[in-house]
């Protein structure tokens, strides 16, 4: 049963853009290294308070959908109580109450289920920290 728990960390660099990187094929990595053909539930967090984590069809156009989307939502501007940082940077610390710091997705026979369209992306709204860690966890 040791193996029933395995976790690890990407560090990844989100740029000095608002922006949507694909994690999923981290994601499918990391489960051949540690899934062995079994099922369980993968789960993905991001430890900040200016993240999320969203599963979304990219590379069609939807990704810059979803930060026009969140630009709408939460304007860059200084409406915000939260301060610090760049101008508007208040909206940042929202985001993760709109686009969840975490998602826990089907793992069956060692490879993630999703579906046709779908990606395991990191949004990153936050242009003062361009420095992010990912945890991967796979329970099975």
Do not use: Y
Not at 124 to 140: M, Y
């Amino acid at each position: 049963m040791a193996d029933a728990f395995t976790t690890r960390v990407l560090q990844v660099t989100s740029g000095p853009e608002e922006t949507v990187v694909d994690l999923t094929r981290d994601c499918e990595t990391f489960l051949r290294e540690v899934a062995a053909g079994r099922d369980g539930l993968l789960n993905v967090f991001v430890p900040h308070a200016t993240a999320g984590i969203a599963i979304i069809e990219t590379g069609a156009g939807s990704d810059d959908d979803l930060l026009t989307a969140l630009h709408t939502l939460l304007p860059a501007d200084d409406r915000w109580q939260h301060r610090h940082g760049s101008p508007g940077h208040g909206r940042d610390h929202v985001l993760p109450a709109i686009v969840p710091p975490h998602a826990t997705l089907p793992v069956v026979g060692g490879r993630l289920e999703l579906g046709t369209w779908q990606s395991v992306c990191l949004v990153d709204t936050n242009k003062d920290n361009v420095n992010r860690q990912v945890r991967l966890s796979f329970l099975g």
